[in-house]
């Protein structure tokens, strides 16, 4: 049986990602854990050890930049990829394939299900 | 009778006076001789005559002692032919006199009548003529300026240069100022000052010399002519006048065809400046609205995705409508985006590029299109142009917005052109035309063009003004977001290029866009 790959959503938004879970859980291939505010999302990680982040830019609070700043610098989590997920690239820039603006990765919203597994195949090792 | 000498006793002479008359001169004397006679005195002798004229004659008699007698008749006869001769005489110095007095008429009248002053003065320099002219210039009557100097009617200053031109011509004889007119200044009986001419002119009586001076008070003519250099002063002026009117006229129409020109220029400053806030506070509408509509599109998507592995895919309904749902979000996703393009950072990732590699590449990206709509394309494409720092995914952007507004001006089918080259700007190229190159570009400037035709309807030139505006489109609901001119020449504007979009005289439209080559 392959291990579920653990992923872990921080979005402000609970619609977001709680369909998103469900997506993700249903395909079979997936263990989520979603958290809905920046502040709690470094404890998140160090509490699920997820083999991949995906985290959205702009959030009230903590900000998906002070969230990725602070997982790099934690020497327990700063090996896991982040990939940001914003509403403030256009998609045309970004592509359906994702695209690395200034050394991070970004998705552009609204993402589809399969662009998000597609880039989990693509990135995570198994 | 023989006359007999007689010796002239002078001291025992008398004189007598009679009237002229030789009887009555024959009977005074005969009175006398009876008289003398009486006295022991017996004889007369008419020695002389001492003075005649009409008014009688005096004679100078002597009685003769002696015996001598001298007959009455005899002395009648001396006495009647001395008084023929002194009336010959006496009628010789009338017509002298009638000359005379003839000749003083004519003097008097004219100088009566002459409106000028005519003053005579003697050796002296006294006046001893003066005319009713003088008394109306001068103001002196007769009485008072007999006698006065001549010298009193010139004003002080002027005097001493008067006495020596008189005296000169005493001296000498003649003058200078003989024959000629003389300016001076004379002085009234007021003693008021004016200015007058005078000619001078010179005559001998016996040994004196007489000095007539003609004068004209030239007041009048002095001040008609002041007036005159006065008005000849107000004429040069006016001409001056008149010919700096007529340069400020030129200076005027060419400062109105200026402010004209200003005035259009300014207009079209307005208008972009509306544009400009329009733009502003769009782009910040923008950005908030793309970020609140995403998420919930997000949301939707993700929401689908999951439904559709629950639903019945096999009903082509539930399928349909999970097709049309992902439709609709994609549609509202690329609004967003063409929002987001729109109100973006403005930075741009600028590379060395060339310009006809790009276009070609945006060829490419919609080389469906064209043979879709029934669209030929035609290339002309320069080689070797020279590099530009542009961001080629942005100008990419930029002609695939202009390739697709072509094609979709032609529903029916056409050609689309594309065109690239270096070109050198001068008046005539046309490229100059529109605010937007002259502001951006100088005659003489290296410039890369691209052009971009279509054979299409063209645009309506009620909408030209408003083709840059964010969200005008022409296109029916649904096709067009109306974001893709405006994005256009922003990304364009960034690149401190131009766009200038009109339609072909043929039909269709030509979008110019340029880039300087030098930066």
């Known amino acids: 049986m392959t291990t579920k790959r653990r992923i872990l959503i921080v979005d402000d938004e609970p619609s977001f990602t709680r369909l998103l879970k469900l997506s993700l859980q249903t395909t079979g291939a997936y263990e989520v854990r979603e958290e809905n505010s920046g502040e709690r999302a470094l404890q998140a990680a160090r509490e699920f050890k997820p083999d991949l982040i995906l985290l959205d830019v702009i959030m009230p609070g903590k900000d998906g930049g002070e969230v990725a700043a602070e997982i790099a610098n934690d020497d327990s989590l700063k090996t896991i990829p982040i990939v940001f997920l914003t509403a403030a690239v256009s998609k045309k820039e970004v592509g359906g394939e994702g695209r690395v603006i200034g050394g991070r990765s970004f998705l552009a919203k609204p993402v589809s299900v399969a662009e998000v597994t597609r880039y989990i195949e693509k990135n995570v090792s198994a | 009778m023989p006359e007999k000498p007689l010796s002239r006793d002078l001291h025992r002479s008398i004189v007598v006076y009679s009237a002229a008359s030789p009887l009555v001169i024959s009977v005074t004397v005969a009175m006398l001789a009876i008289v003398l006679l009486y006295h022991d005195l017996a004889m007369l002798e008419v020695i002389g005559l001492i003075a005649a004229g009409t008014f009688g004659v005096f004679l100078l008699l002597r009685p003769l002692a002696g015996k001598l007698i001298v007959r009455a008749d005899e002395l009648e006869q001396q006495v009647r032919e001395k008084t023929a001769a002194l009336q010959a005489e006496l009628n010789g110095r009338s017509r002298t006199d009638e000359d005379l007095r003839a000749s003083e008429m004519r003097f008097h009248s004219l100088t009566q009548s002459a409106n000028d002053a005519i003053i005579t003065a003697d050796g002296q320099g006294t006046i001893v003529s003066w005319n009713p002219g003088a008394r109306r210039i001068f103001g002196w009557e007769e009485s008072e300026a007999m006698g006065k100097p ?60 007489l000095t007539t001076a003609i004068i004209r008070d030239v007041t009048e003519r002095k001040q008609a002519e002041k007036e005159l250099s006065r008005w000849v002063k107000v004429e040069e002026q006016l001409a001056r006048a008149h010919a700096e009117l007529k340069e400020r006229e030129a200076e005027l129409r060419q400062a109105l065809a200026d402010l004209r020109e200003s005035h259009e220029a300014l207009e079209e400053a307005q208008l972009e400046l509306i544009q400009a806030v329009k733009m502003e506070s769009v782009g910040q509408l923008a950005a908030g609205v793309a970020h609140e509509v995403k998420n919930p599109l997000a949301i939707i998507l993700v929401g689908i995705s999951y439904l559709s592995h629950h639903l019945p895919l096999a009903d082509r309904n539930v399928a349909m409508a999970l097709d049309d749902i992902r439709a609709a979000i994609r549609r509202a996703d690329a609004v967003i985006g063409g929002l987001l393009n729109y109100s973006a950072k403005r930075r741009l990732e600028i590379t060395v590029e060339d310009l006809s590699a790009i276009v070609d590449q945006a060829l490419l990206l919609i080389k469906h299109q064209p043979t879709q709509h029934h669209v030929t394309v035609l290339k002309e494409l320069g080689q070797d142009l020279p590099l530009l720092l542009l961001d080629k995914t942005k100008i990419e952007q930029v002609f695939v917005n202009l390739f697709m507004n072509a094609i979709d001006a032609m529903a029916e089918g056409g050609t689309l052109t594309v065109r690239t080259y270096v070109t050198t700007l001068t008046r005539a190229s046309g490229l100059m035309r529109g605010r937007a190159a002259s502001d951006h570009f100088r005659i003489g400037e290296t410039v890369v063009v691209a052009e971009v035709e279509d054979t299409g309807c063209g645009i309506d030139e009620a909408h030209m003004a408003r083709i840059f505006d964010p969200f005008f489109t022409t296109k029916p609901t649904g096709k067009g977001t109306g974001l893709g001119l405006a994005v256009t020449k922003t990304i364009i504007e960034l690149h401190q290029g131009t766009i200038d979009i009109r339609n072909r005289e043929e039909s269709g439209v030509r979008v110019t866009v340029m880039f300087k080559t030098d930066r």
């Open chain 2, 150 to 209: 001549l010298t009193e009617l010139v004003a002080e200053r002027f005097r001493k240069a008067h006495l020596r031109d008189l005296e000169r011509m005493r001296t000498t004889g003649e003058a200078q100022v003989l024959g000629k007119t003389l300016e001076l200044r004379g002085l009234r009986r007021d003693g008021s000052s004016f200015p007058f001419e005078m000619s001078l002119s010179t005559w001998n009586i016996r040994d004196e010399q």
